[in-house]
């Protein structure tokens, strides 16, 4: 194979979470008003990866969070939600993905858009009995948010969903840069 193949279809490009084990890729404010706006959570709901709050701001504050920096590690968290919406550690997205079924049954990731259709995810959703509903597209934010070059988007997986999955785009304009 030549070294533009390799290069091409062979050799990782840039890596999705960021090197280091550093997944502390924070959620700008008006990125958790629009998810939160368009997905209107209610009932119990949990930020897991509270960071820097923008989710429990967008929320008004009406949800329980979890931070590990904190000293509140979600992957303890046992209590039932009826929502999660958070900005997972892409590094660990499939344990989050696992975990957020076992304890809710609406959970909304901002992840990239193709990392919902990972065949062992897509197999852990089925097993747990949860389909995708919805995929909204999502602006990428600017730097410091990684610019990868994959669409970016908040998905919403629901317990008991068998229906088609719902792409969307939010109500703002769209540049060609998207």
């Not at 229906?163 to 840069?177: A, D, I, Y």
Request: aromatic share 12%.
């Amino acid at each position: 194979m030549s070294e533009a193949l390799l290069d091409r279809f062979v050799r990782p490009s840039r890596p999705l979470a960021p090197g280091g084990g550093n997944d502390r890729i924070y959620t700008p404010d008006e990125t958790a008003t629009m998810i939160v706006n368009h997905f209107r959570p209610c009932g119990r709901i949990l930020e897991p990866c509270s960071g820097r709050k923008a989710f429990v701001r967008a929320l008004n504050g009406e949800c329980k969070e979890c931070e590990i920096d904190e000293g509140t590690d979600f992957m303890a968290w046992t209590d039932p939600v009826d929502w999660i919406i958070t900005n997972p550690p892409w590094s660990k997205f499939r344990d989050f993905l696992r975990h957020s079924m076992e304890v809710s049954d609406n959970v909304v990731f901002l992840c990239l858009i193709n990392a919902w259709f990972m065949r062992a995810r897509q197999r852990d959703m089925r097993e747990m009995g949860f389909g995708l509903v919805e995929i909204m597209h999502v602006p990428v934010p600017p730097p410091p948010w990684p610019q990868a070059g994959f669409s970016l988007g908040a998905g919403w997986i629901r317990r008991g969903w068998t229906g088609g999955v719902h792409f969307s785009w939010p109500n703002l304009q769209l540049s060609n840069k998207q």
